[in-house]
């Protein structure tokens, strides 16, 4: 898997969009991007992935750029309830065998009042 | 959310006891999985299952067993639990079929497991 790099914290003020940064810049062709995040005491929630197109569903928007070696997830219009540590996992899709995901140690994000 | 649950979800025991967490989904998802989380080490994969009575080894398997005799239900023993095994538990399902069949997990609540 490739590594990922992920900046440790981030404050967002609530009602404002929070932009999450992520650099894979040893990404494969076949690697694709996916987003968790864990709320204090909670299991990990999947947010969201993509492998080389923007990608956009209910909770946020996944923006990759062209050379693939970065990614920003996008949360439109940030909660208090969106405050959880954010975490960048490259993957292998498909095929082959059932493994464990990867979290690092992710991006505490604080949305604040 | 996907319907998984945990039970319990919370337990303390004496160190050499046995103990079992149970793991239930409604998804009918193929694949289950049972994570550890500790400070300083993030979710480590101890067991998982790709059907069932189909079970493999994690990173940390040493010291637990799994069983999963039905799709709904897998479960986790510490036949003789050690301090060191205290942490927080999850269950994870993924559907096992399609893209992001593997990457794509849904997780439990998390079972708080105090080993005294």
């Known amino acids: 898997d490739a590594k990922t790099t992920q900046p440790t914290s981030m404050d967002c003020a609530e009602g404002r969009a929070a932009n999450l940064p992520c650099n894979h810049s040893t990404i494969s062709g076949n690697e694709y991007v996916y987003w968790y995040r864990q709320i204090h005491s909670q299991g990990p929630q999947y947010i969201i992935h993509?492998?080389?197109n923007n990608e956009t569903n209910e909770m946020a928007s996944l923006i990759i750029t062209e050379d693939r070696k970065s990614s920003t997830l996008i949360l439109p219009h940030a909660t208090l309830r969106d405050t959880a540590v954010y975490y960048c996992i490259v993957r292998v899709d498909g095929s082959g065998s059932a493994r464990q995901l990867t979290f690092g140690s992710g991006t505490q994000l604080t949305v604040l009042p | 959310d996907a319907g998984i649950t945990q039970s319990p979800r919370h337990k303390v025991t004496e160190t050499g006891t046995p103990v079992t967490l149970r793991c239930h989904q409604t998804?009918?998802?193929?694949?289950m999985y049972w994570y550890r989380q500790d400070p300083g080490h993030g979710l480590r994969l101890i067991h998982y299952s790709y059907g069932v009575k189909d079970t493999d080894k994690g990173e940390v398997s040493d010291g637990y067993s799994v069983s999963r005799s039905k799709t709904e239900d897998f479960l986790l023993t510490l036949e003789s639990a050690t301090s060191s095994q205290t942490s927080v538990y999850f269950c994870?399902?993924?559907?096992?079929?399609?893209?992001?069949?593997?990457?794509?997990?849904?997780f439990g609540p998390g079972t708080r497991l105090t080993v005294l």
């Open positions: 998804e009918n998802h193929r694949y």
């Open positions: 994870a399902i993924s559907p096992g079929t399609g893209v992001s069949s593997y990457n794509e997990q849904f």
């Open positions: 993509g492998l080389k």
